[in-house]
Each structure stands twice: as structure tokens, then as C-alpha cells.
């Protein structure tokens, strides 16, 4: 079980990497990363998928499916809009070779 | 069984902090949303092994057409629209995460009370996230028109804003009664929405970043509410990301975020600014410009959303490949702003084949102009106004400025007369030694590669 402290102790340094993670990152990626983060938190997928898994009345099932319905187009929307940004990223060099 | 879905989950949040990190370079970038894309299918697939889950077929169902709907929609979509397509997809994250709680709420959260708060937090914040995305994408796809706002505004927001968090309570410290529940939901739908309504297309990128980072924030929430340690920290990096990235954003285009959210744009001061615009407005032909830059040794083109919107990239990027083979050296000036967030443009002109180490942004290039021989605006406006380095009475006043005004000509190409997007005159297209040249960017690209392959 996740708990009290050991929640706060992952809070803290999840956050303080996603600062500074992101705090190194040149202006020409920002929007590429914003999606990028964007897919990330897609991982919402996961948790869709156990509280349908876990649903027992019609209700319950009904917004379970939509929790699922909506996370899997944030993880894969937002993975294929992502992937089509940072393909383009090439150097004069590798646009030379290809 | 369970230790072993544990141990994907436990890689599959190091595969996103990695992708994450492998995305703050270009040279790794592609490799980064691999990496988080291998750590995401991982744990979705471990999640299907969960013991004592049911309800298979409506979520295998689920994931079928969100996945389609999301696969064909983002393959599809233009680059100049990835702002709005990014708000989208975050706005389903979100109301995902409210989804979770909801269910949670409805079956009754039991195994602790900060878990139930959580929850409702996490579903408040998800809730508007939801619906303030869907309002930001409907702006700039042009479904909405502008700033929407009405007498005592802020004061009707702030009364939803507090019922909600009323109901919030409730929830949270009274009872899970079904009515409240709903009530609550209604409540935050309807905050999100009114609290992106008076808000401009201009400043839309930083509420987009930010309802990103509330997201996060949400996905965290209900990661902790789910016991699901993947969740808590894949939100919360997010979540601390998106908020570094909204500020990025913000001080780029020296606009407080309270003055995004709280503030309204333009208003009294654009009248004062015209005044000391004056002077004329100095046409020039195609084919004349075109051999100012043919003969120069050094161009700088400074590109803004414009030349997106009239396809013009790939003319242009013709037109400096042209250059160089003239040995004129050719560099692209970035606006942290240019296009429709921080990055867009370079997206753009990457997508025109534009390599990354031509693309210089505004600490790098700025020195330069100087020694330029020609400036070349197109599609660009505010983002190189002097206004905002001398007449504190102008709206922009403050914010950084690539100083085109330097260079030793400015080529300004543009539809016709009439201020930007701030509806700000620009002091710098009445500049003794700046040309207009009048038309549509992409035919002007067109004239001007005409023009120097004629030499």
C-alpha cells in the first residue's frame, strides 16, 4: 500500500524530476514536449481500465467505458501527434546522408 | 502475478522519465516518445493479467475505437492545427481521470479519507481540465469566435468556482449522496468551460499547457486513490513539467498567468500607441527585394504564424537554399511565441525540411541583426514591434522583441495594411529603411525565387 509519508516522499521527487527534466529543454522542443507530456499522462489508460474492471452496476460500467473510451485517444493521439512532430526534427547532416 | 505486473509498472515509469529526458534534446528526441511509448503499451498490457477484474469486452471495446478514432484524427491533422489537437487530447486525459473518480465515488471510497479527498480533488481538477480544453480547442479551430465576456464575469465565475468547491466538500466530508455527486460534476463542467470563455486565441497556448499540467496533476490524484504507483508518478512529472512549461511560456510573452486567466488584452492602451506610429508605409516590388537579398551576405528571416497559414514554408525554405547557393548566409530568427505556442513554428519549418541548426531563437540571433543586410518578415508582426522596447504606453510593452529594426533593410511581407493579431500598429513597418511588399506569402515567395534565379 501506498500511504501517508511514502505518497508525499513520491509526489516530491516526481515533481522535482519533472522540473528538472524539463528545465533543460530548448525553445524549438517546447511544443513537441508539451505533447509529449501530453502522452504521458495518458497513463490515465491504466487507471480507466481497473476502475471499469473493478465496476459492478450499469452506471458504473457506463462511465467506467467512457474513462477508458477517453484515455485511450489521449495515449494514443496524443503518442501519434507527438511522433509525427519529432520525426521531422533533422540536422543539415542527416538531411544530407538521406 | 501481481509482483510481476508491479515490475512493468515500476519500468514503465523509468521508460518515461527517460523518454521524457531523450525529449529535451533534438538529436534523441525521436527516440524519447519511443521509449515512453514502449513503457505505455507494457502497462497497459500488464494491466489486463490484474486479478479478480471483469468486464473485458466493453474495455477491449473501448480501447478499439478510442485508439481508431485518435489514430486516424492524429494522422491526419495539419501541423498548423497541433495546438488545438494537443487540447483535445489532453481534455479526454482529463475527463478520463473524472471518470475514475466518479466510479470511485459512486462505489464508495473506503480505504482511507485522504484517498476520497484525493479523489475529489483529482476529479475537480479533471473535470476542468475536460471541459476548459474543449473550449480552448473550439477557439482555435475557429468554432469560437475571439474572447467571449459579459458584465460581472469574474464575479459569476468566482460564485460557480466556490459551489463547486462547496460541493467538493460535501463530498468529500459529508456524504457520497448520488445528487451531490452529480451536482459536483455539473458544477466543474461548467466552471471549465466559463473560465476559458473570456480568455483570447492569443493567450490560448498558455492555458493549454496549463490544463496539461492540471492533467497530470488529476492522473496523480487518482493514481494515489487506484494505489497505482505508475499513475502518481507519470502524473506528477507531468504535473511539475507542464507547470515550468506554462511559465516558460508566459514570460515569453511577458504576460503574467493571472493576467492570462484574470486580465483582458489590449483595451485602452492600443489607442495611445498609435499616435506615434506616423510616417509612410514604403512599397517594394518582388523582383527589387529580390535583389537586396541576392546581393546581400547575410539574410535573417523571421517567420510568424502567417506564413504558416498561407502555406508558405516550403517556398520559403526553397528561397534560402537558393541564397545559399549564392553563398549568402541565411539564418531563421524564432519568436518564442511565433506560430501558436513556443515550438510551433519550428515544427513548421521543420516540416518544410528546414534542418534545426539554421533555426536560431531570439538569445542567439538578436546580436546579429546588426550586421545583417536584410531582415526578412513574413507572416510576422507583433513579435517584432520596437513599440515594445520604447513606448511604455503600448499594451506590449516589455516584451521581448527580435530586433529587426537593426538590421540594415527590413522586408516586410504581408497581406495588406491593417495591425496583428494584438491589433497593435507596428512602429517598424514605418521605418525609414524598412520595404513592404504586399501580397500573398506564398506567391511572394514564388516572385522572390523567381526573382533571384534571374541573376
Not at chain 2, 163 to 175: K, P, Y
Not at chain 2, 313 to 327: C, V
Not at chain 2, 395 to 411: E, F, H, R, T
Request: proline share 3%.
Amino acid at each position: 500500500m501506498i500511504e501517508g509519508f511514502t505518497a508525499l516522499y513520491i509526489f516530491m521527487l516526481a515533481a522535482f524530476t519533472g522540473y528538472e527534466v524539463i528545465s533543460r529543454v530548448p525553445v524549438i522542443l517546447h511544443t513537441p514536449l508539451m505533447s509529449g507530456s501530453n502522452f504521458i499522462h495518458g497513463i490515465v489508460l491504466v487507471g480507466a481500465m481497473v476502475a471499469l474492471g473493478h465496476a459492478d452496476s450499469t452506471m458504473e460500467q457506463l462511465i467506467g467505458f467512457v474513462g477508458v473510451l477517453l484515455a485511450a485517444m489521449n495515449a494514443v493521439g496524443g503518442y501519434v501527434v507527438t511522433e509525427r512532430m519529432l520525426e521531422m526534427f533533422k540536422s543539415s547532416k542527416e538531411k544530407k546522408h538521406g | 502475478m501481481v509482483d510481476l505486473i508491479q515490475a512493468i509498472y515500476f519500468v514503465a515509469a523509468v521508460l518515461f522519465i527517460l523518454g521524457l529526458k531523450r525529449m529535451s534534446s533534438p538529436t534523441t528526441a525521436r527516440a524519447g516518445i519511443v521509449w515512453a511509448g514502449a513503457g505505455m503499451a507494457a502497462a497497459v498490457i500488464a494491466t489486463f493479467f490484474i486479478p479478480h477484474m471483469s468486464n473485458f469486452g466493453l474495455m477491449v471495446a473501448a480501447i478499439i475505437i478510442g485508439s481508431g478514432i485518435a489514430y486516424a484524427s492524429g494522422k491526419r491533422v495539419a501541423m498548423t492545427d497541433m495546438p488545438q489537437m494537443i487540447a483535445l487530447y489532453n481534455g479526454m486525459g482529463g475527463g478520463a481521470a473524472a471518470a475514475i473518480a466518479a466510479v470511485e465515488l459512486i462505489k464508495g471510497v473506503s480505504h482511507s479519507a485522504i484517498a476520497l479527498d484525493l479523489a475529489v480533488l483529482g476529479a475537480l481538477i479533471g473535470t476542468v481540465s475536460f471541459s476548459g480544453s474543449l473550449i480552448a480547442f473550439a477557439k482555435l479551430q475557429g468554432w469560437m469566435k475571439g474572447a467571449n465576456r459579459f458584465p460581472n464575469q469574474q464575479a459569476i465565475n468566482v460564485a460557480v468556482f466556490v459551489a463547486t468547491v462547496a460541493c467538493g466538500v460535501f463530498l468529500a466530508f459529508v456524504s457520497q449522496h448520488p445528487l451531490a455527486i452529480l451536482l459536483f460534476f455539473a458544477l466543474a463542467l461548467a466552471f471549465g468551460v466559463m473560465m476559458t470563455l473570456p480568455i483570447g486565441g492569443a493567450d490560448m497556448p498558455v492555458v493549454i499547457s496549463l490544463f496539461n499540467a492540471l492533467t497530470g496533476l488529476a492522473v496523480a490524484f487518482e493514481g494515489f486513490v487506484l494505489q497505482n504507483a505508475a499513475m502518481i508518478i507519470a502524473g506528477t512529472v507531468v504535473g511539475s513539467a507542464g507547470t515550468l512549461l506554462t511559465q516558460l511560456m508566459a514570460r515569453a510573452m511577458n504576460r503574467p498567468i493571472s493576467n492570462v486567466l484574470f486580465g483582458s488584452f489590449g483595451g485602452d492602451g492600443s489607442a495611445a500607441a498609435e499616435g506615434d506610429a506616423g510616417g509612410a508605409l514604403k512599397p517594394i516590388d518582388a523582383s527589387d527585394a529580390a535583389v537586396m537579398m541576392a546581393f546581400a551576405s547575410k539574410v535573417v528571416i523571421i517567420p510568424g504564424y502567417g506564413m504558416a497559414v498561407a502555406q508558405a514554408q516550403h517556398k520559403i525554405w526553397e528561397l534560402a537554399k537558393l541564397l545559399e547557393e549564392r553563398d549568402v548566409a541565411v539564418k531563421f530568427a524564432i519568436h518564442p511565441v511565433a506560430g501558436r505556442m513556443p515550438g510551433h513554428m519550428n515544427v513548421l519549418l521543420a516540416e518544410a525540411g528546414v534542418p534545426y541548426d539554421k533555426i536560431y531563437d531570439l538569445d542567439e540571433i538578436n546580436s546579429e541583426f546588426e550586421t545583417a543586410d536584410v531582415a526578412l518578415v513574413i507572416g510576422a508582426n507583433d513579435v517584432v514591434n520596437p513599440v515594445a522596447r520604447t513606448n511604455p504606453d503600448s499594451p506590449i510593452y516589455g516584451m521581448p522583441i527580435l530586433d529587426a529594426d537593426k538590421a540594415k533593410n527590413v522586408i516586410v511581407i504581408k497581406r495588406g495594411q491593417g495591425a496583428g493579431f494584438s491589433g497593435i500598429e507596428n512602429a517598424l513597418f514605418f521605418k525609414d529603411n524598412t520595404r513592404m511588399l504586399y501580397g500573398d506569402g506564398q506567391a511572394m515567395a514564388s516572385e522572390l525565387i523567381q526573382g533571384v534565379k534571374s541573376f
